[in-house]
C-alpha cells in the first residue's frame, strides 16, 4: 500500500511538473515572439530611416522625380539606385507583414509610402521598365495589382514646395 502510494505521489508531481514546464514554455515562446516582432519592426523601420536620410542628403534624387524633361545619366543612377533601395524596403514589410511579424498599422504605413513611390509618371516608369525586375515576382505582382487603375499623381512636386503653400485656414 505504501508503494502505490508512494506511486501516486510521484505521479501528481510529475503532472504538476509537466504543467509547470508548460507554461514556462509559453512565456518564452511568448517573449521571443515578441522580441522577433520588435526586431522586424526595427528593420522596417531603420531601412525607411535610410532612405529618408539619403534622400535629406542628396535632395536631387528627389527633385529628379518631377523635373520636366530627361534626366542626365547620373540623375538616372540615383534616381534608379534610390527607388530600387525604397521598394527594397517596402518588399521586405510586405514580407514581414505576411509572415505576421508586423502589424497592420505598420503595414499600412509601408503600404501608403509604397503607393506614393509609384505615384510619379517617373517613377511609374521605372517601375515598369526597372523596378518590378529588382524584387521578387511575388511582390511585383503585388505592386502591379495596386497600380493597375491608378492614375499617376504629381504629388511628389509638394514635397519641394510644400512650405511655399497657402496656410490652409
Known amino acids: ?87 527594397r524596403g517596402r518588399e521586405y514589410a510586405w514580407l514581414q507583414y505576411e509572415g505576421g511579424l508586423i502589424d497592420d498599422d505598420q503595414w499600412n504605413t509601408e503600404l501608403a509610402v509604397t503607393r506614393i513611390v509609384v505615384s510619379a509618371p517617373r517613377t511609374r516608369l521605372w517601375w515598369t521598365r526597372l523596378g518590378r525586375n529588382y524584387v521578387s515576382a511575388e511582390y511585383a505582382a503585388f505592386v502591379d495589382g495596386l497600380i493597375k487603375d491608378q492614375p499617376t499623381s504629381d504629388k511628389w512636386e509638394t514635397s519641394t514646395t510644400w512650405a511655399n503653400l497657402p496656410a490652409e485656414q
Open 1 to 87: 500500500m505504501k508503494l502505490e502510494k508512494l506511486s501516486n505521489t510521484v505521479e501528481a508531481v510529475s503532472s504538476v511538473a509537466v504543467v509547470i514546464t508548460l507554461i514556462v514554455l509559453i512565456v518564452e515562446i511568448r517573449q521571443n515572439t515578441e522580441a522577433l516582432n520588435a526586431q522586424s519592426r526595427q528593420s522596417v523601420l531603420t531601412a525607411a530611416q535610410t532612405q529618408l536620410l539619403l534622400a535629406a542628403n542628396r535632395p536631387d534624387i528627389i527633385t529628379s522625380i518631377s523635373k520636366p524633361g530627361p534626366l542626365t545619366a547620373e540623375e538616372n543612377a540615383s534616381l534608379d539606385a534610390w527607388l530600387t533601395a525604397s521598394m
